[in-house]
């Protein structure tokens, strides 16, 4: 088992702070995953050094836990929990040949029924993100948690530009309200600190940065 880093906020902005605080879970990656890591950009994987330790710190029932990675395609979190004999279902249109919502047209029966759904750096390339975390939500059994971490810029207006693979960049209000109220008995699991935010990464000529979205499911009543 790897050294577990621990959460302090699960609703945050991953900055020059995080790095350093999840330093030990990126070491992690790349003595699970090294290969996959040297592909990635390296300032961007304090995305999946959260992951990982926001996945192990709430499930800590292994192996009963049920886990699912949305976008498990390169995800060093995804291989890396494989690695460490976690059992993690996996989906990714380049891994299975469908998304989610073919995920759960084929699966009917694993609607409700996941511990943790997880999905790293994968929103913001969505087009109809409402519907996607919709679905994620479907999945969710009750009290159970979905964690996303996304491409954030607090100050972004639709006429500003994003990478080529974005969709858009995400406010605090797209992901405390707009979000939020598309997923049914959710709520956040945390008081977010997203006003913190500061650009801190460049990509493709633009300034923004990375946030976490995590939510629990409440009982369906």
């Given amino acids: 088992m790897p050294v577990i880093v621990k959460v302090t906020r699960f609703n945050t902005v991953l ?20 290969d996959m890591m040297k592909r990635k950009i390296a300032e961007a994987n304090v995305q999946q050094g959260f992951m990982l330790s926001a996945v192990l710190q709430l499930c800590r ?3 009963r836990t049920k886990i699912l990675c949305v ?18 279902d996996g989906m990714d249109p380049n891994v299975n040949g469908i998304d989610l919502e073919q995920f ?3 699966n009917p029966e694993k609607k409700g029924t996941y511990d943790v759904v997880f999905s790293t750096s994968v929103l ?21 948690f979905g964690i996303f971490t996304c491409d954030f810029k607090n ?3 639709s006429d500003e530009p994003v990478p080529q ?4 960049f995400y406010r605090s209000d797209d992901l405390s309200v707009r979000l939020l109220r598309a997923m049914p008995h959710c709520r956040l699991f945390d008081e977010p600190n997203w006003g913190e935010f500061e650009p801190d990464f460049e990509y493709e000529g633009c300034s923004y940065g990375f946030a976490t979205f995590t939510v629990q499911r409440q009982g369906d009543s």
């Fill in 165 to 168: 693979a974005d969709y858009r």
């Fill in 71 to 88: 976008g498990s395609y390169e995800d060093t979190a995804y291989e890396s929990l494989l690695k460490i004999g976690v059992r993690v």
């Fill in 15 to 34: 900055n020059a702070d995080a790095r350093r605080h999840y330093s030990p879970a990126i070491a992690t990656l790349f003595a699970l995953a090294p």
């Fill in 155 to 157: 100050t972004w207006t």
């Fill in 124 to 144: 913001e390339h969505v087009a109809n993100d409402e519907a996607f975390v919709a679905d994620v939500a479907s999945l969710m059994a009750p009290a159970g």
């Fill in 104 to 106: 759960i047209h084929l």
């Fill in 61 to 63: 029932d292994f192996p």
